[in-house]
């Protein structure tokens, strides 16, 4: 029985019931309560229980329940847990509400997570609480994320809508999306000037460096979030900025600057001082590369597509080269190789280029007698030779045994016999080479001279329409 003062207004036969209570449970297993669904205004009092069995009755005087009603909704309200909130911080949020009837507990909703367990918790004075709660790991999305939660009771007829509690979020992160930016386009004229700025998104908002990179490695150049200088050689390099807050730091992709107007004219170095005939050597053209990430263009005409590589110097400098691996020959003596440069950013299509010619020393090659004078009964010999360094020559004749030297120099003058035979050799330092011989014979009774090669390596040429070859004569 329910008693409200001294008077009686719910009996669990029913057979009292003025204020349409109804009884919810089962009061066997000693678990029920008492329901009031529609309260009103005049419904405010202290209530009491009475236990009636048999005649016997039983009031709990000192353990009533006071109705005070409310005409609008309890507000949920919304805590996270941790004050200083940070990116990669793990927090729980919950969002709760006042719960005067455990038989019929609000319903909370929140657009943190849909479907989010609810549950109901008594607090340390009795009340019950609903509540919402999930933990998660904050970003930098999460800064200013506003989380709703609003609570909906049951009432007879449908539901008592509570306003919407509101709690946004406030994130401290590190710096994102850093970017440096350029006022000018990576090659620029010497003596512009260039402003060079730096932007970034972060909470607190971060300080800057602008640093560039040299031989000795990054300098800090600025700790402004704009650089700005006037365009010289001094200046070229690469420049990148760094946003720094209490949370972290991030750094820009690099700016590269070129002047257009310094010196970019190829080198072309060659791997052996002293070239040789049957030397492997390596040819390289290189350039001086101020910005690796932008990297010069090379040709030349010693291979074509040569494959191009930016290598980093040991001080620190980059170098931009092609190379190519060859084995030397006489025929490269003289040959010039051009290597020319020319820098992508250049609208103009300017090109720089370098020229070096090819010194190769070979041995002896091509050495052959001839006759270039002839009168009476003296004739002057020639030995022609192609040799770098240019050959010394040796003059041989046949003597009753053997050949025996006669002579040096690149002519030999003599007087013969019938049966002279003549041949020279050439040489210098890398080997030498030995010429075929020359047989000088009389032939007929008018005196006439005839000169005649022994063909070994070649034929001599004759010096007077007289001569004759000994062969032909012999022949016909």
Request: net charge positive; proline share 5%.
């Amino acid at each position: 029985m329910l008693w409200e003062q001294v008077k009686l207004i719910f009996n669990s036969s029913g057979s009292v019931n003025t204020h349409r209570m109804e009884m919810v449970g089962d009061v066997r297993s000693k678990n029920c309560s008492s329901r009031l669904g529609e309260a009103e205004v005049g419904h405010e009092d202290q209530y009491y229980f009475r236990v009636h069995n048999s005649g016997m009755s039983a009031t709990y005087c000192d353990d009533f329940v006071e109705l005070k009603l409310k005409d609008s909704a309890w507000t949920p309200s919304i805590v996270v847990s941790g004050s200083d909130l940070k990116e990669r911080q793990s927090v729980t949020i919950t969002c709760s509400v006042y719960t005067p009837c455990l038989p019929s507990p609000p319903e909370l909703t929140w657009n943190l997570k849909k479907n989010s367990h609810r549950q109901i918790e008594k607090v340390v004075d009795g009340t019950f609480t609903s509540k919402l709660q999930e933990t998660i790991t904050l970003l930098d999305t999460h800064d200013g994320y506003s989380i709703k939660c609003s609570a909906r009771y049951p009432v007879k007829g449908g539901f008592k809508q509570s306003p919407e509690t509101v709690e946004t979020l406030s994130v401290s992160y590190a710096p994102k999306d850093t970017k440096a930016s350029i006022s000018l386009s990576g090659l620029v004229s010497a003596g512009s000037r260039v402003v060079l700025s730096c932007s970034s998104r972060a909470k607190p908002p971060p300080s800057f460096n602008w640093y560039r990179n040299n031989k000795d490695g990054a300098n800090v150049v600025s700790t402004e979030q704009r650089y700005s200088f006037s365009a010289t050689p001094a200046e070229e390099g690469d420049y990148y900025c760094e946003a720094t807050n209490g949370v972290d730091s991030e750094t820009s992709t690099r700016i590269c600057i070129d002047i257009i107007d310094a010196h970019f004219t190829p080198s072309i170095s060659i791997s052996v001082g002293d070239l040789r005939e049957r030397q492997s050597v390596t040819i390289t053209c290189s350039v001086a590369t101020p910005c690796p990430q932008s990297q010069p263009e090379l040709t030349w005409n010693l291979q074509q597509d040569s494959l191009r590589r930016t290598e980093k110097n040991t001080e620190g400098t980059f170098t931009t080269k092609i190379q190519k691996k060859i084995t030397l020959s006489h025929k490269h003596d003289g040959y010039n190789i051009s290597c020319s440069t020319r820098h992508p950013a250049d609208k103009n299509g300017n090109a720089a280029e370098t020229e070096v010619t090819l010194s190769v020393s070979y041995a002896p090659r091509n050495t052959s007698v001839s006759i270039s004078k002839s009168s009476g009964n003296w004739v002057e010999l020639s030995c022609s030779s192609r040799g770098k360094p240019p050959p010394k020559i040796t003059w041989f004749k046949k003597g009753p045994k053997k050949f025996t030297e006669v002579a040096t120099g690149n002519f030999h003058k003599d007087t013969f016999t019938d049966g002279d035979e003549y041949y020279c050799v050439a040489a210098n330092k890398l080997g030498k080479q030995k010429s075929s011989s020359i047989s000088l014979t009389v032939q007929g009774t008018s005196g006439a001279w005839v000169f005649a090669l022994k063909a070994t390596l070649g034929i001599a040429a004759l010096g007077s329409i007289g001569f004759f070859i000994d062969k032909w004569l012999k022949t016909s």
